[in-house]
C-alpha cells in the first residue's frame, strides 16, 4: 500500500516559512512488519482502557468504577512507557514509512500520556521528526500545547482544554495570541478554531479570558 506524503510550505508575514506535514507514502515492502505488530498492540491497550474510562465518566458510572478504571489506565501507561522507551532507545523515532501510521502514532500516544518530564525528554526528537516528515505536525503542536499547559505557560495552538472541578464546565486553556491562532494552526496542518472547539468564538473568547486564567491558577493551588 502506498500512501502521499505531503509537505506543503505556507509564508506567514515576514517571510517566515513552515514546512506542514499532514500524511505520508508508505511503501509496505518496506515495513518493519514484528515491531509494527508490537507497536500495534501497545496502540489498542492504550486507546481500549481510554475509552472505557472516557465512556464511564461521561455516563456518570458509580466512583468506584471510575476509580477503577483509571487505575488501570495509569498502570497500562506506565507499562506502556517502559517498552516504548526501549524501542525509542534501540531504534530512535519511527515514522509510519517504517511502522505503519498505527504503529507510530503509537509511540506519540504513550508518549502524550506520559509525565512531563518525559514529554520535555523526546520534545528534540519530536520535533527533529516532525521536520524529517515522520510525525505529524498536528502532533507536534499538539505535545507543545501538553507541555506549555503542564508548566503553565500559554498554549500556542489551542489544542487543550480543562474542566472546572467545581461546574464541570470545560474551557480552552489559555492561549496566546488569541488574534493569530487560526493562522499559527493552519502552519501546523490543524482545522480552524470554530470547527474544532464548539461555539468557539475568538472575540468572545479574548473576553473570557482574564477569568480563565484566574480559574486554572485557583484550581492549580487546590
Do not use: C
Not at 10 to 27: H, K, R
Not at 88 to 98: A, D, E, S, V
Not at 149 to 155: A, D, P
Request: no cysteine; hydrophobic share 35%.
Amino acid at each position: 500500500m502506498r500512501r502521499l506524503f505531503i509537505i506543503s510550505v505556507f509564508l506567514l508575514p515576514g517571510n517566515i516559512s513552515f514546512a506542514q506535514v499532514t500524511s505520508f507514502t508508505i511503501d509496505s515492502s518496506k515495513l518493519n512488519k514484528p515491531l509494527m505488530a508490537v507497536l500495534d498492540t501497545i496502540f489498542q491497550s492504550d486507546q481500549s482502557v481510554r475509552i472505557k474510562y472516557l465512556q464511564a465518566k461521561r455516563d456518570n458510572a458509580q466512583v468506584k468504577i471510575v476509580d477503577s478504571l483509571q487505575k488501570v489506565m495509569r498502570s497500562t501507561d506506565s507499562q506502556n512507557l517502559i517498552r516504548v522507551n526501549t524501542i525509542l532507545t534501540k531504534y530512535g523515532w519511527l515514522g509510519p514509512q517504517k511502522v505503519g501510521i498505527m504503529g507510530s502514532q503509537a509511540l506519540f500516544l504513550v508518549i502524550q500520556h506520559a509525565d512531563l518530564q518525559t514529554q520535555q525528554s523526546y520534545l528534540p526528537m519530536i520535533r527533529a521528526s516532525e521536520k524529517n516528515g515522520e510525525i505529524l505536525s498536528s502532533n507536534l503542536a499538539i505535545l507543545e500545547d501538553r507541555i506549555n499547559m503542564r508548566t503553565g505557560k500559554k498554549q500556542v495552538y489551542g489544542s487543550q482544554g480543562f474542566t472546572d472541578k467545581q461546574t464541570g464546565k470545560t474551557y480552552i486553556y489559555p492561549v496566546a495570541d488569541v488574534d493569530h491562532l487560526d493562522e499559527r494552526r493552519k502552519t501546523m496542518g490543524m482545522p480552524p478554531m470554530k470547527d474544532y472547539a464548539k461555539n468557539w468564538d475568538a472575540e468572545e473568547y479574548k473576553k473570557q479570558l482574564p477569568e480563565i486564567e484566574k480559574l486554572v491558577r485557583e484550581q492549580a493551588n487546590k
